[in-house]
Every structure is written in structure tokens, then in C-alpha cells.
T-cell receptor, first 111, second 115 residues
Framework: GQQVMQIPQYQHVQEGEDFTTYCNSSTTLSNIQWYKQRPGGHPVFLIQLVKSGEVKKQKRLTFQFGEAKKNSSLHITATQTTDVGTYFCAGRSGSARQLTFGSGTQLTVLP | DTAVSQTPKYLVTQMGNDKSIKCEQNLGHDTMYWYKQDSKKFLKIMFSYNNKELIINETVPNRFSPKSPDKAHLNLHINSLELGDSAVYFC??????????????FGEGSRLTVL
């Protein structure tokens, strides 16, 4: 079955440092989504990428979809304490009806 | 108005008991899901219903039985609870098409603790 690996599992950064999480799929994805889950909260949709090589930005967040559509990354520039949480990628391959979630990266931002 | 609401938010119960979690969405979506999140934050899909029809049924013990009385509701009943069932259960909904899963809207979660 489809597997989506995400690294690192944990990341501690000083406020103001950059942060990147990487997502790799065992199969080619038709699309990939990113979610953020604050501590004690529920996952909230951030963005969806569909095209090969696509890059999208949301303020300090930059999302990339690999050329082969098997990997993706989320980069946060100059982290803030409000960025704390777990970031998940979730991919769908072929005609699959479900998203497969990555294992998540738990980000801690130290003030 | 809460888009996806699930109740109860917290459940503490003894091993062997039966419990239910209810979920309702007012987004007009045609697809609803149950996810289980364990202590390591891993999100695993359990079930999905599209227009009241079961479309995803992952390898889940048959002690777990979903029920969708209509498009806006998806409930989860768990029989003979075990310690390993302790987790946060998230309900979610989306608009599903052939080309796109659609973004998932999650409920706030129901934290189940089995003693």
C-alpha cells in the first residue's frame, strides 16, 4: 500500500530560525496537502499542491511539490512562537479515494 | 457555527464497556471520515462514507462499527473497549470528486481513555 514518510519527526528551533519538513511517498501522488495541528487542537488545512514542480507561498511558509510528484516540502522562514505545532503532509495517489497522512513533524519554537 | 462537531469531547471508561462518538457536519459535504490519532500523533484513517455508502474500511477490529444515518452524520460505536483503543478520534468531512479528495475539515476530536 501507499506509504508517506515525513522527516524529521521532531524539530526544535530558536525563534527567528528557519524550519523545513520533508515528505516522501512510495508512489506517485496526484496531489498533496499540508495540515497544521496546534497542541491540543485538530488538524487544519493549509494548502494543496497538484502540479509537478509547483511552488506556493503563504506569507512565511513555502510549499513545494517535487518534479516526480513523489516528494514535497514545507519551509518556514523566521519561525515565530505561533508556528508551534505538528505539520502533516497527506497525499493521494492514482484513483485512491483516501489521503494517506505522513507521520508528522512536531515543531517547537523556543523564545 | 461549528462546521464539524463531534461529541463527546472526552470519554473515560472501563475496559469491556461499549461507547459511541457522534459527528455532524453542516458544510454540505458528501464524504465523512473517522481518523484515529495515537499518542505519537500518527493519523490513521479508519472509515469513510460517501453519501451514506461505506467506501473506505481499513483494517480495523470489527468491534468498531460506523453508522451514517444521512450525509451530515457519521457515528462510531465501539464494543468491548480495550486499553489499546485509547486515542483521540477525529471526525472529518470533505467534498470528494474523482479528481480530488478535497480539503479535509476536522472536528475538534474525542479523547478516549480506557482504564
Amino acid at each position: 500500500g501507499q506509504q508517506v514518510m515525513q522527516i524529521p519527526q521532531y524539530q526544535h528551533v530558536q525563534e527567528g530560525e528557519d524550519f523545513t519538513t520533508y515528505c516522501n511517498s512510495s508512489t506517485t501522488l496526484s496531489n498533496i496537502q499540508w495540515y497544521k495541528q496546534r497542541p491540543g487542537g485538530h488538524p487544519v488545512f493549509l494548502i494543496q499542491l497538484v502540479k509537478s514542480g509547483e511552488v506556493k507561498k503563504q506569507k512565511r511558509l513555502t510549499f513545494q511539490f517535487g518534479e516526480a510528484k513523489k516528494n514535497s516540502s514545507l519551509h518556514i522562514t523566521a519561525t515565530q512562537t505561533t508556528d508551534v505545532g505538528t505539520y502533516f503532509c497527506a497525499g493521494r495517489s492514482g484513483s485512491a479515494r483516501q489521503l494517506t497522512f505522513g507521520s508528522g513533524t512536531q515543531l517547537t519554537v523556543l523564545p | 457555527d461549528t462546521a464539524v462537531s463531534q461529541t463527546p469531547k472526552y470519554l473515560v471508561t472501563q475496559m469491556g464497556n461499549d461507547k459511541s462518538i457522534k459527528c455532524e457536519q453542516n458544510l454540505g459535504h458528501d464524504t465523512m471520515y473517522w481518523y484515529k490519532q495515537d499518542s505519537k500523533k500518527f493519523l490513521k484513517i479508519m472509515f469513510s462514507y460517501n453519501n451514506k455508502e461505506l467506501i473506505i474500511n481499513e483494517t480495523v477490529p470489527n468491534r468498531f462499527s460506523p453508522k451514517s444515518p444521512d450525509k451530515a452524520h457519521l457515528n462510531l460505536h465501539i464494543n468491548s473497549l480495550e486499553l489499546g483503543d485509547s486515542a483521540v478520534y477525529f471526525c472529518a468531512s470533505s467534498h470528494l470528486t474523482v479528481a480530488n479528495t478535497g480539503e479535509l475539515f476536522f472536528g475538534e476530536g474525542s479523547r478516549l481513555t480506557v482504564l
